[in-house]
């Protein structure tokens, strides 16, 4: 990560003739391969451009959360080409300072601790809604609006379009939040909230129910076991401000 107390340490490098992003898909992924390859100094990614052997690339270190990335210099040391027009690309770190791979282990125990300053919190949301444009609308805006905040928070969001899609999958995935439309296809937001409150599994799942329906969804949602409601139109804001309330209950 780009902190004083790493760039200060780092003697000069060739200047490196790209620089590639690493997305690791969570901070679990990110941490097995510091430990098992990058510690090693050597790391293996897929890419969609053409590199050659010898070529001086920068890394740009990353997963969901993170703040800020962490920045590796090295050296393509092999190339091979896998499906399609993806490559395959083996690159050897520069050979660091010790006191660099200390600051640089310090920095990865403090992510392997959870450190906030280093990690936005990240709430699940399964958003339970039919209208496909509130959907994009939510998805979008909370992760820009959450992003974009001075105290950052990551939105990663699923959706299904009734109540029975949200159902299975509750059965296949976990989830911090589950929002609700109480008017739904196939199986409408008030029964998915009752049969949710019912099974051991979620009894103790957050759920914010949202509805154009005024008092009777109100009174409807909250006696089926919904945790707030929300009405529509929904403001963003709201909505941002009832996830953060969340998140500091949950985590």
């Known amino acids: 990560m780009r902190d004083d107390s790493v760039k200060d340490t780092r003697s000069p490098r060739p200047r490196a003739d790209m620089v590639l992003k690493v997305d690791y898909p969570s901070a679990a992924g990110f941490l097995e391969d510091y430990t098992a390859n990058i510690r090693q100094g050597f790391i293996i990614i897929r890419i969609g451009r053409k590199?050659?052997?010898?070529?001086?690339?920068?890394?740009?270190?990353?997963?969901?959360?993170?703040?800020?990335?962490?920045?590796?210099?090295?050296?393509?040391?092999?190339?091979?080409?896998?499906?399609?027009?993806?490559?395959?690309?083996?690159?050897?770190?520069?050979?660091?300072?010790?006191?660099?791979?200390?600051?640089?282990?310090?920095?990865?125990?403090?992510?392997?601790?959870?450190?906030?300053?280093?990690?936005?919190?990240?709430?699940?949301?399964?958003?339970?809604?039919?209208n496909p444009h509130l959907v994009r609308l939510l998805s979008d805006g909370l992760s820009t609006c959450g992003k974009r905040s001075s105290e950052p928070i990551v939105f990663e969001t699923r959706h299904a379009a009734n109540g029975k899609e949200a159902l299975d999958l509750l059965e296949s995935e976990s989830f911090d939040v589950l929002l609700v439309d109480m008017y739904l296809p196939v199986m409408d937001g008030e029964t998915l909230i009752k049969k949710a409150r019912v099974d051991p599994r979620w009894t103790q799942l957050p759920i914010v129910a949202i509805s154009a329906g005024g008092k009777d969804a109100r009174d409807r949602s909250l006696a089926a076991g919904a945790d707030f409601f929300l009405d529509k139109p929904l403001r963003l804001s709201d909505v941002?401000?009832?996830?953060?309330?969340?998140?500091s209950t949950i985590h």
């Open 51 to 130: 590199l050659a052997e010898g070529d001086h690339v920068e890394l740009l270190l990353s997963f969901p959360g993170l703040l800020s990335p962490i920045s590796l210099k090295g050296e393509v040391r092999w190339v091979q080409e896998e499906e399609l027009s993806d490559l395959g690309v083996g690159v050897a770190l520069d050979e660091q300072a010790p006191e660099l791979w200390s600051a640089l282990d310090s920095l990865v125990d403090r992510i392997r601790q959870g450190d906030k300053t280093l990690i936005a919190p990240t709430l699940r949301v399964l958003v339970v809604e039919d």
């Open 240 to 247: 941002l401000a009832t996830m953060r309330h969340l998140e």
